[in-house]
């Protein structure tokens, strides 16, 4: 159904991107657990954690500059097989109880390196694969695939095949790396960034071009410094909400659990539904609305003592997500030129990264001293400062031009051969 709307080519590439994040979430369930098995010190443990989030930092701006040099759709296809291979050596090893977990860390940071670049490179290939006039319904689809798979199958199931054999979630992930490499390497004619390129230049100079673009763009300058803002508050909330619902809200393991399942079906039904929303309310008020559930969740963590309100407010945070992740993807991809496309979506990567990891130190450090309610109290503060900064940003007119220019990201068709 998917693939007769959007075509062929994005059905693979749909399939792909669904049973790579299987894959990946089923490592990341199961890495932990492994990690556990062999020691109880919680710096080793912790580290895990450290060593996914690194390579977000190290590589996302260089991982945009190789996207826009290369033919993106042969460098996700060797990404894939590299993953495959890293993957292999780290289940034969577990099969002959041979790794450790120095070798476990080795073979996720190079899985989410990989990570890093494929994901700049498949934003920057869609532009190509789908009309212009599909991408918000191509990235809801891509992105509730990854809800479903990700954030709903994957974790009870690498916890079953974790139990069956430690090897075994991570022998599927490297499956479905590889299927997902033949179906990208099924997508037909050549995806490399079109326009001038002015001889040989250091990939400083192409960062600093792609980063001097962004800034150059009221629209995208500021969702992109929303993402990063937004994300230290959002993830300083999520690092302590084990807290939260264990001392306020009376919530046991299963409990804690169904919270993420309640942010989960509304990222699922944000990502089916998200073109046809956007197209009733507009791109300005899903933003706008947004900003406000972002707000209200962060009040309904801070106020609040009812599980169920805590519940219904992760549910409309997870249709928030989902409906500004396709607007943000989708005026990224309308706006910026094919020759930029990677840099400029490695460089909003990076923005979001960074707030990811200040999120997660900072969550920690203001609840044990200000108490377990203090991180959302701050979120609710700054949510309320961004809404009254940035509301007019997005007017109607601004947004409406976006969506009209016609474009220096005008797609083309790719050239096949």
Known sequence: MTGERLGGRF???????????????????????????RTDDPLVVSAGAAVSWLPWLLFALPGGVLADRVDRRRLMVLIDWVRVVALVVLAAAMLTDRAGVALLYVVLFVVNTGEVVFRTAAQAVLPAVVPRSRLERANGWLNGGTQVTQNMVAGPLG???????????????????????????????????????????????E??????????????????????????????AIAVLVLLATERLGLGSVGYGALFTCMAVGGLLGSVFGDRLIAAVTATWTVRVGLLVEAGLHLALAASRSAVVV???????????????IVANSLRQRLTPPAMMGRVGSTTLFVAAGGNCVGALLGGVVAARYGITAPYWVGFAVAVGVIAATWRVFDRATVAAAYAEPAAAAVREPVTG
Not at 11 to 36: D, E, H, N, Q
Not at 165 to 192: D, H, I, K, M, Q
Not at 223 to 235: D, F, H, K, Q, R
């Open 159 to 205: 916890g079953f095949l974790f139990v069956l054999a430690a090897a075994a979630p991570f022998a599927l992930n490297a499956g479905t790396y590889a299927l997902s490499a033949v179906l990208v390497g099924l997508l037909a004619g050549t995806y490399r960034g079109e326009g001038p390129r002015p001889g040989p230049r250091s990939a400083r100079a």
């Open 207 to 236: 960062i600093a071009e792609g980063f001097r673009w962004l800034l150059s763009q009221r629209l995208l300058r500021t969702m992109a410094a929303l993402i990063g803002l937004l994300n230290v508050t959002l993830t300083a």
């Open 11 to 37: 059905a693979r590439l749909w399939t792909a991107s669904t049973l790579s994040a299987l894959g990946s979430g089923t490592a990341t369930v199961a890495a932990p657990l492994y990690v556990a098995s």
């Open 311 to 325: 519940g219904v407010a992760l549910f409309a945070f997870g249709v928030h997500s989902a409906l500004w992740n």
